[in-house]
């Protein structure tokens, strides 16, 4: 089924970047050459003004908007439309000149220099206000171009900003939020080393030469930092739908790793989510575990609003940031793209267009590369990416992928567990669980939704939380609800410890801890040193990290430790609840185990997958799909490997694409190092 266009005004698969034409506006020759080359290479739209506050407004209130009509005008004439950015992810020197507040205050409470970007203060009124002027006048000016089809909020909010202004408005929100100064200190425990709170001024947000302490201050000041990000948002939003609501607005958000803000409250007011995503493609350890994690990442994005999302920047060959700068090797961009549209992308767009000649980003890759030719690799295969992506519009745009498992990624327990101090300081591996719950599913073409713990688990079959350490905001009765009426419920080690300001729950067994669901109790959670294990399965399975020791109340056990002296305690439980079932891991078990274990589950809920079972996915690939219409699915073959790969048994299929050299027959296809295949089957 398809859903409504992300982009109405510009209804397909968009192929493009972020363009930078304000570096170049004293080359006339090469802005009028880089049209040319988009057109080559199937670029349909660009993302513009990202950075352009000083050249659209270089002193105050003068404003420069000449360049960009001329810009907008013949790349518009060209066929190439225009997401346009506000320019609120770097101001100009002028302005943090003339109100200094407008620079962030770092932790320490020094405030920054003028300098690089993204380096401003959320609150600050004088921001605010610039910001305003600047996204109402765009609007005026562009809102009803032809051209432009999406609003590009800012650039990749992020960090926080600790000035007195900010404290205020903290101090602010915390009183909204417990009303007394008594129902804070319980909930942040501040009676501990005589911290307790008398005056509200006394609150200070978190900082290394002051209060690092109180568990519950930290929790509350990261949520207090994407609340007032996303008011910040969402006063740019007003501003452009002010002047023309029909234009829908993005913010490019970056991975989930980034987990400095919790997107799942920051994507409300957005129209449309966009994200960048940079994955460390031919690192030492494997393509397949990169694009793993690409893949979940693409599913966090899709799951946002339940739909297809636009993947805003990716780079067509190498980044400049990491250690090493990998060049993309030969058919890893085409896969990359692939990967992304395969868990629900409706574009593939770049950064950037053109390459820098100078500064900081010169030797990040482009597909307009120093060379001004169309006569580079790089350019040829962005090429093939324009191509792929028009061939794929009519079939694949607008599509969504039905997922029946859900797993529950919760920003604010990460920021928990960073903190926690105990059991295990030295690594509480929070994505490592995910990443392990994930794997089996991932490989095997069955939708999981990335969801966090306020999602409605109604939809699902299966419901994933691994260390889910808060149990926040009713999380347990949407979990029982989801049991009670036949769902199954997966928790792992070090779930449920503590409620939403960092209390732990207290009890042996009861509701608040889901035991009744559960059917046991903890008692105490023991951690291994790195390469200290314990084992289950008589030794099959290695069990690291943490191990708990508890006592079953109703649930069967399937699995016990083989070793030290909680030998024979349960590690793996089940429990029968009303129509449902809930299953715990107590230990940190190795990813083989959860595959068999997920196998197994798949089976018996039947779980909808990209291809029948009988179809062996071949090690170093994965398979996803999207539904078409009459119910039949769009199948993604990707090989991350840097072998040929067979896929036999396949169903009968139709080709939609395939990389170069693929083999099709009857009922198998193989494709070569980084290959993919795009069939339609029934
Ligand atoms: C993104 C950013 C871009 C560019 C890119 C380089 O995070 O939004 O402006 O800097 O990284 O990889």
Redesign the pocket.
Known sequence: MKDKALTPKFPVMLHGG?YNPEQWLRYPDILDKDIELMREAHINVVSLG?FSWADLEPEKDVFTFEWLDRVINKLWDNGIHTVLATPSGARPQWLAQEYPEVLRVAEDGRRNLFGHRHNHCYTSPAYRERIRIIDTKLAERYASHPAVILWHIS??FGGECHCDLCQNAFRHWLKQKYGTLDELNHAWWSHFWSHTYTEWNQIHSPSSIGETSIHGLALDWKRFVTEQTRDFMQWEIDCVKAVNPEIPVTA?F?EVFNYGLNYYELCKPLDVISW?A?PDWHVTWGNDRVGMIASLSHDMMRTLKHRSFLLM?N?PST?N?RGVSKLKKPGMHLLSAVNAIAHGSDSTMY?QIRQSRGST?KF?SAVISHTGTGNTRTFREVTKVGELLEALTAEVYGTNAPAEVALIFDPETKWALDQCNGPRNSGLDYFGALFSCYHYFWMRGITVNIADPHEDLSRYKLVIAPMLYLFRDGFQDRVRKFVRNGGTFVSTVFSGIADSTDLVMLGEATEEKLSDVMGYWIEETDALHDGETNSMSAGRYQLTELCEILHPTTCEVLETYDQDYYAGYPVVTCNRYEKGQAYHIAATVPEAYLDELFEELAGELNLTSALPENVVIPHGCSVTWREAENREKLVFIQNFSDEERTLSLLPDYRVLAVSEGAQMESSSITVGAFGYAIIRVK
Request: hydrophobic fraction near 25%; charge should be negative.
């Open positions: 972020d990202i650039n990749e490019n970056m960048d940079y920047e780079t980044t940031w950064f980003e990040h």
